[in-house]
């Protein structure tokens, strides 16, 4: 079964420091997506950064990057200088074809990050 | 913002209850896709419409239920209410026609549902 795992229930961070939050995914399949995402104490998930099976390059959205090691499978999501604002929970996601014409996106569990002042 | 619409924020309601959560998805997309995040459970993928039609089925109880309407916004409805039903439900819409691994999903920000 395809499955995502993160491995820190809870990170802290000094302010503008950078940190990198991990996430292992298990597929057997070539064809899969990658994401991240934020949830806030205020509940709402956001949407940060995507990285495909096929990508040659990391992704990178600003302060957001994806350190994507496809042989160790691993996506790891690395926040450059951060801010109180990234206190939050960061989910890693993974999107693969389930059959029937249906692609479902799978979550692990969450890390929780606490940027210190 | 992500334009995704959930209605209502916050639902408290007794056991054996039924109640309806209601998503508008952002403009123009035509998938709908209901989760639900427990403590103990995480992000649990419960149910997919596309363009009205039912198109996967996750964890998703027999005492619960959903459709997508003419116009694109979908309902939940959850009955015979159980403590543990207790949660914060999502719902997120895609872009276009679900066909591929890159499909980003935007999430409304959730029904939290609190059953005493």
Same mark, same amino acid.
Request: net charge neutral; hydrophobic share 30%; with cysteine.
């Given at each position: ?18 940190? &990198? ?38 992704? &990178? ?34 999107? @693969? ?13 969450? &890390? ?6 | ?81 159980? @403590? ?31 059953? @005493?």
């Amino acid at each position: 079964a395809q499955k995502i795992t993160q491995t820190q229930p809870g990170m802290f961070v000094q302010e503008k420091e950078a940190v &990198t939050l991990d996430c292992t995914y298990d597929t057997s399949d070539p064809s899969y997506g990658l994401f991240w995402y934020k949830q806030p104490s205020s509940g709402e998930m956001i949407f940060l950064i995507y990285q495909g099976s096929y990508d040659q390059q990391n992704a &990178t959205e600003g302060r957001y990057s994806l350190n994507f090691q496809k042989a160790r499978k691993s996506a790891n999501l690395v926040i450059s200088a951060s801010q109180l604002g990234d206190s939050a929970m960061y989910f890693c996601a993974m999107r @693969l074809y389930s059959g029937a014409g249906s692609y479902q996106l799978t979550f692990g569990k969450g &890390t929780k990050l606490s940027v210190i002042p | 913002d992500s334009g995704v619409t959930q209605t209502p924020k916050h639902l408290i309601t007794a056991t054996g209850q039924r109640v309806t959560l209601r998503c508008s998805p952002r403009s123009g997309d035509l998938s709908v896709y209901w989760y639900q995040q427990s403590l103990d459970q995480g992000l649990q993928f419960l149910i997919q419409y596309y363009n009205g039609e039912e198109r996967a089925k996750g964890n998703i109880l027999e005492r619960f239920s959903a459709q997508q309407f003419p116009d694109l916004h979908s309902e939940l409805n959850l009955s015979s209410l159980e @403590l543990g039903d207790s949660a914060l439900y999502f719902c997120a819409s895609s872009v276009s026609a679900d066909r591929s691994t890159n499909e980003k999903l935007f999430f409304g920000s959730g029904t939290q549902l609190s059953v @005493l």
